[in-house]
């Protein structure tokens, strides 16, 4: 019998947990994956198994799962490296060595502390692996017209995220409009990762370049870690 893709999700979430020491720094990404991760380690600390472990959170919705979950949340203002960053991912390109990131509009603090790892896992459901997926990109309101004429010169068909629970476009959690972007699947790459954050108005891209282990919940109920970079 086939694993529902949840159930992969939270395969994915729990291997994630035998990365875990007591006394690490944790970057802590956002999304539906993620959420079953932060479920697991709110239930390593209530059991014991770990006591000390401060996380920088990736967004709202993780800031306040962390929270109810009992976890220490700081920032990067204490602590201006992290041992371990854990996120999830839209799409996993094999061949392009690269993730997409930024389908739950978290992109730019999820690069942040993607960056600021020492060591990254990233834990995905195996539909992930080399799914077709826009490029996230948040912007400046102030430079909209000029990104958007910029993105369509490197080739990508770029349009404004809608927002689901108002009239209008998807406003990041740091206040910006959030873009997904087509781009022909060659050019997803670390080098376009680099381009994309040269234009200025662009704050951030959802392409992930860094070295990275990848944990694949598979539907038979296995799971497999891949590697990146
Ligand atoms: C949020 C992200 C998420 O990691 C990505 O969208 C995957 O989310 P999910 O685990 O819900 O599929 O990049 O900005």
């Known amino acids: 019998m086939k694993l529902t893709i949840e159930n992969r999700k939270r395969i994915a979430a729990e291997v994630a947990c035998k990365f875990l020491e007591d006394g690490l720094v944790l970057g802590v990404g956002t999304g539906s994956t993620v959420k079953y991760f932060i479920?697991?380690?709110?239930?390593m600390i209530r059991n014991g198994a770990l006591r000390n472990i401060y996380a920088v959170p990736s967004s709202y919705d993780t800031h306040f799962r962390l929270v109810q979950e009992g976890v220490k949340v700081v920032s990067l203002i204490e602590?201006?490296?992290?041992?371990?960053?854990?996120d999830g991912a839209d799409s996993v390109l094999m061949n392009n060595n690269v993730l997409i990131k930024g389908g739950g509009g978290a992109l730019f603090r999820e690069k942040v502390i993607n960056y600021a790892?020492?060591?990254?896992?990233?834990?995905?459901?195996?539909?992930?692996?080399?799914?077709?997926?826009?490029?996230?990109?948040?912007?400046?309101?102030f430079a909209i017209g000029y990104v958007l004429k910029s993105l369509r010169e490197l080739g990508l068909k770029a349009s404004l995220r809608s927002s689901k629970c108002k009239v209008g476009p998807c406003i990041s959690d740091n206040g910006n409009i959030l873009l997904d972007a087509e781009a022909p699947l060659e050019l997803i790459t670390a080098e376009l990762e680099v381009k994309l954050n040269s234009i200025p108005g662009i704050l951030e891209n959802g392409i992930f370049s860094k070295e990275a282990e990848?944990?694949?919940?598979?539907?038979?109920?296995?799971?497999?870690?891949?590697?990146?970079?």
Do not use: C, M, Q, W
Request: proline residues 4%.
């Open 39 to 43: 479920e697991f380690l709110g239930k």
């Open 79 to 86: 602590f201006d490296e992290l041992d371990l960053t854990i």
């Open 117 to 141: 790892a020492r060591k990254r896992i990233i834990i995905v459901d195996d539909t992930k692996i080399n799914r077709r997926f826009p490029i996230p990109v948040e912007v400046h309101h």
């Open 214 to 229: 990848i944990v694949v919940g598979k539907a038979d109920g296995s799971y497999e870690i891949l590697k990146l970079g």
